[in-house]
């Protein structure tokens, strides 16, 4: 039975892109969405919806992440061997004296607790599974640090130290947990090319490398220019 990926964040630019280096790598896809519009959403992004199972779930309530991983324990949903996470909050340049409280709240919910969910709701269960290929990989952004957008910077600067800690806990587990750092625009194929920006398809590249090489481990994959979609630069987050 071919490996599944279980992807949080399934129908953004990046999540498209998991998917699609997921399938591109022979494996299949467990896609948590929050309804069926989002569904319909990712298949259109996709092209298909072959190989690709659907579960509705909040990934932005405490409950949800954990909600789908019993279901995969209850044998109602498909085992799955492989996490990646991208959950995303606003890509907007408001200003920081202009964030309302509740708008912070609501993008900490969305950029960091659902990513945080999405480790601390999985992580127990590819441990429990023991098997000796799992992977567990997150997005973030250069935005992070250069803070050229506010509120989408804020959002990554704990993932950063997330995906340390992370990798730390995982160093000597059978899970290889690594942070993909991208520096740069991606869109899903059609915005992508109306936009003049790197697309989805092309992003794939990297998650299929990593699955692919055994030797990424508690890394930062950096992605500073589209040359290195298919030469992938890694190096030890500590
Ligand atoms: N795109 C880039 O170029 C880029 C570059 C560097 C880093 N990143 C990082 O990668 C992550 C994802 O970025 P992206 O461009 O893929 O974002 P995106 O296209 O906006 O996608 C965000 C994903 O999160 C889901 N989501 C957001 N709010 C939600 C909510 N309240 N409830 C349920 N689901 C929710 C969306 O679901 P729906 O489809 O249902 O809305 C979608 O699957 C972010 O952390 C971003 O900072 C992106």
Not at 15 to 20: I, L, P
Not at 161 to 182: D, F, G, I, P, Q
Request: hydrophobic residues 40%; glycine residues 8%.
């Amino acid at each position: 039975m071919p490996e599944c990926v279980l992807v949080v964040g399934a129908t953004g630019n990046i999540g498209v892109a998991a998917v699609k280096g997921a399938l591109r790598s022979g494996r299949q896809v467990l896609a948590i969405v929050r309804n069926q519009a989002s569904a319909d959403k990712l298949y259109r992004h996709v092209g298909s919806s072959e190989s690709i199972t659907i579960v509705e779930a909040s990934v932005t309530s405490d409950t949800g992440i954990k909600g789908v991983v019993d279901q995969v324990k209850a044998g109602v949903l498909p085992p799955f061997q492989h996490v990646y996470t991208c959950v995303g909050g606003e890509y907007t340049d408001v200003p920081l004296k202009d964030i309302t409280t509740e708008r912070l709240r609501q993008n900490m919910n969305m950029s960091f607790e659902a990513n945080f969910f999405a480790y601390r709701d999985t992580i127990g269960y590819l441990l429990e599974q023991n098997n000796p290929n799992s992977t567990w990989t997150i997005c973030t952004g250069s935005q992070g640090d250069d803070a050229m957008f506010a509120l989408p910077a804020i959002g990554q600067g704990p993932l950063f130290s997330m995906a340390t800690a992370a990798a730390r806990e995982n160093e000597k587990t059978n899970v290889r947990m690594n942070e993909v750092y991208l520096m740069f625009r991606v869109e899903v194929d059609a915005a992508a090319a109306e936009h003049g920006v790197s697309s989805s398809s092309e992003f794939a590249s990297v998650y299929e490398g990593i699955l692919a090489n055994t030797e990424i481990r508690s890394s930062r994959v950096r992605v500073a220019t589209p040359a290195d979609f298919k030469d992938l630069k890694w190096a030890k987050k500590f």
